[in-house]
């Protein structure tokens, strides 16, 4: 795709023409080790402060840092599943500057060489359509622990259970043209790496967090503007919101006469706005250079090859798979293969059904009830096999639509296997032609009016079979209630 060229791509109007977003993403994904990168102290979220943290993270002199051998898989699995290089010599380095909260005074990370080269993802937009954003590269470092601030009037806190996590920074092309772009590559990533396995994606307790690089230019320019970083940006909606403020910031400042600073920004979601945080460094200012206490990793095809092998099906080859073989839709498809957990529970849901009955069913009830009680798919009270003896109950004629419904809505406070709520309640859908016959003739009697109409407009004939619906509480085979009324109202078909 030329994306110098897409007519599709976003536009903001200012008062001298139109502008354009150019944007590149720099991801932090924690590695889903239980282990830190080169300590044995553990990951685990929520502990006390500085719970977790081992003689290196605490940067005790004489202590050597072991590369998490685990956490190398992993990186290497992240690159194959964004169709990337891997890169057999790759090398730490240490990039030197000071933070309170990073006690050896350098962050271990990589820069000319690392583990992971050039791939690519490709997002899926609203409106269908695909879009390839190149990956620069991904890099394994260590993170740096946390300074709080906010609980001594004039003293601040330093908590280093994070310092040492390992992080797989995952840097895109400047290939990103709008805010929905940037969301959807965030929606995409944070899909695979959950796919893998490799980071939980969870971005409230920062284990997956952004840096945006936003520049503009006037619409059709190749020439690419300064740009400036927005720090730590912690869920869509913020990457969105605060690409959008950046770039309309930017296009007010030039048409106004200013110039762009390359800086590092905040992005302040109670404003809806950036502040500038400090100069933007570059690499020269960290003076990066090969960590002496530990080898290049050297990995063999061997290695790659069997963690390639060990990679699980990924969401744009499910969603292929969704279309070609249960013939459901491209959005259908897409909706179902976002989350690994929703795409299980469909295929267990849909195992020797109606593919696109059981997609509804997912798409539109499940989702909506779960998303009224705040809970995800895993944490589901109605689990896919139940739901799918529910639909059995519809396919063996035994309850009607309407009723399954109200049944589904009941299991979530209810465990009985849903033949027994049925039984319990009395739902049993009627079929039998002499007990519904009575309802069907009252309901034609009463509605004369709706009855000339249908002489005229036979499609209108879903009004009567909802009030002969409504008349048996539902129970009444909505097949065979068409059926005698086209008889008695002598309609064709």
């Known amino acids: 795709m030329d994306l110098e060229n897409d007519p599709m791509s976003y536009r903001i109007e200012g008062a001298t023409g139109s502008w354009e977003i150019v944007c590149g993403l720099e991801v932090h994904a924690q590695v889903a080790t239980e282990s830190k990168l080169f300590s044995g102290a553990s990951t685990a979220f929520g502990g006390a402060p500085n719970s977790h943290v081992a003689m290196l993270d605490a940067g005790m002199p004489g202590m050597l840092p072991v590369v998490n051998e685990r956490a190398v898989e992993m990186a290497v ?7 990337a290089k891997i890169n057999n010599l790759s090398i730490f380095e240490r990039k030197n500057y000071f933070y309170p ?13 690392p583990i992971v080269g050039e791939g690519v993802l490709t997002i899926d937009m609203e409106d269908g359509s695909n879009r390839p954003i190149r990956i620069t590269r991904l890099h394994l470092e260590a993170d740096a622990g946390k300074s709080i601030h906010d609980r001594l009037p004039n003293e601040t806190l330093i908590d280093l259970n994070r310092c040492g996590v390992a992080l797989m920074e995952i840097v895109s092309e400047p290939d990103i043209r709008s805010p929905e772009e940037a969301a959807a590559y965030m929606r995409k990533l944070r899909s695979i790496l959950r796919y893998l396995g490799t980071c939980d994606g969870d971005m409230e307790k920062g284990n997956l967090r952004c840096d945006a690089n936003v520049s503009v230019r006037r619409a059709g320019s190749d020439e690419l ?64 250079f090969p960590d002496p206490d530990l080898l290049p990793i050297v990995l063999g095809d061997d290695l790659v090859k069997r963690l390639k ?10 969603k292929e798979r969704f279309v070609r073989d249960h013939g459901l839709s491209a959005y259908d498809a ?33 989702y909506g009830a ?5 809970l995800s798919i895993e944490q589901s009270p109605v689990s896919a096999d139940r739901l799918g003896r529910l639909l059995d109950l519809i396919g063996d004629g035994t309850i009607s639509g309407k009723i399954a419904k109200d049944i589904f809505a009941s299991m979530f406070d209810d465990d009985r296997e849903p033949l027994a709520i049925v039984e319990a309640r009395g739902l049993r859908q009627v079929s039998d032609a002499g007990s519904i ?16 109409a249908l002489q005229k407009n036979p499609k209108a004939i879903g009004w009567l079979i909802g009030q002969v619906m409504k008349q048996s509480q539902g129970k009444a085979n909505p097949k065979m209630v068409g059926d005698l009324l086209k008889v008695k109202l002598e309609l064709d078909g």
Not at 101 to 113: F, H, V, W
Not at 337 to 344: C, D, H, L, P, V
Not at 370 to 374: A, D, E
Not at 437 to 452: F, G, K, M, R, S
Request: with cysteine.
């Open 309 to 318: 092998a060990s990679l699980p099906e990924l969401p744009d080859q499910k």
């Open 225 to 288: 503007g300064t740009r400036c970083e927005i720090k730590n940006l912690n869920s869509m909606r913020f990457v969105a919101r605060a690409i959008e403020h950046e770039a309309r910031r930017q296009v007010e400042l030039i048409e106004g006469g200013g110039h762009v600073v390359q800086e590092t920004r905040l992005y302040d979601s109670d404003k809806g706005e950036t502040r500038s945080m400090r100069g933007k460094e570059e690499a020269h200012d960290y003076r990066y």
């Open 437 to 452: 016959e009575p309802i069907v003739d009252a309901v034609i009697a009463a509605h004369p009016e709706q009855v000339t």
């Open 370 to 374: 779960l998303g009224r009680m705040g």
């Open 334 to 366: 897409d909706v179902l293969t976002g989350e690994r957990a929703t795409a299980e529970y469909f295929e267990v849901l849909s195992a020797g059904r109606d593919a696109k009955q059981a997609a509804n069913w997912v798409i539109n009830d499940l």
């Open 77 to 83: 699995m992240t690159g194959l599943g964004l169709n």
């Open 101 to 113: 909260d990073l006690p050896l005074g350098y962050q271990i990370s990589q820069y000319q060489a």
